[in-house]
């Protein structure tokens, strides 16, 4: 599977935009990038996806480069609610398992 | 609303006894999975199941069992050989490899 790195953690200003990196840089080319974001004691919760291009929803955009070895989640305008963990995974080729590292804890500030 | 149900919450045991923790989805997905969390841990996949009938283990299923004899029902049993099942249990299902999981909400297993 191909494995991804994120920063331990962030610090954010409310309102302001969080940017939240990801490498992937063993990603092939048929797998799909993912972001998640887990609430103290919660179960995971879908942000958003892709594959090559850009993509946004009504939670986040996900900017992948070009040689698709990283990856930003961006929230746009941060909220408190905003403060989880935020996971960065990787599908593999079988697209049936999901491998989650230690994320990114994003804490936004007032 | 379809969605995936995680019972009960919490759940004590005491050393050596099996429990059995029940996942439950109505979202017709065929695809379900059972991860393990430790506290400020990333998941862990326990066991996986891509259709009724059938499973794989994954990275870490020694100590644990599963069935998958209909499509809406994942149960996990935590059996006494696991040597430290204190956790926080997550349920998930997924239509197929291009779609986003589905998790549930959790159960927290203490062992006493």
């Known amino acids: 599977d191909a494995k991804t790195t994120q920063p331990p953690s962030m610090d954010c200003a409310e309102g302001r935009a969080a940017n939240l990196p990801c490498n992937h840089s063993?990603?092939?080319?048929?797998?799909?990038v993912y972001w998640y974001r887990q609430i103290h004691s919660q179960g995971p919760q879908y942000i958003i996806h892709g594959l090559k291009n850009n993509e946004t929803n009504e939670m986040a955009s996900l900017i992948i480069t070009e040689d698709r070895k990283s990856s930003t989640l961006i929230l746009p305008h941060a909220t408190l609610r905003d403060t989880a963990v935020y996971y960065c995974?990787?599908?593999?080729?079988?697209?049936?398992?999901?491998?989650f590292g230690g994320g990114t804890r994003l804490m936004v500030k007032p | 609303d379809g969605g995936i149900t995680q019972s009960p919450k919490y759940l004590f045991r005491k050393e050596g006894q099996n429990v059995t923790l029940s996942c439950e989805q109505n979202l017709n997905h065929d695809a379900m999975y059972w991860y393990r969390q430790d506290p400020g841990q990333g998941l862990r996949l326990i066991y996986y199941s891509q259709i009724v009938n059938d499973f794989q283990k994954g990275d870490i299923a020694e100590g644990y069992s599963v069935s998958r004899e209909k499509k809406e029902s994942f149960p996990l049993t935590v059996t006494s050989a696991q040597k430290n099942p204190t956790a926080f249990y997550l349920c998930?299902?997924?239509?197929?490899?291009?779609?986003?999981?589905?998790f549930g909400s959790g159960t927290r297993l203490t062992v006493v």
């Open positions: 063993t990603i092939s080319g048929n797998e799909y």
């Open positions: 998930a299902s997924s239509r197929d490899k291009n779609y986003g999981y589905t």
């Open positions: 995974i990787v599908l593999n080729n079988a697209g049936n398992m999901l491998t």
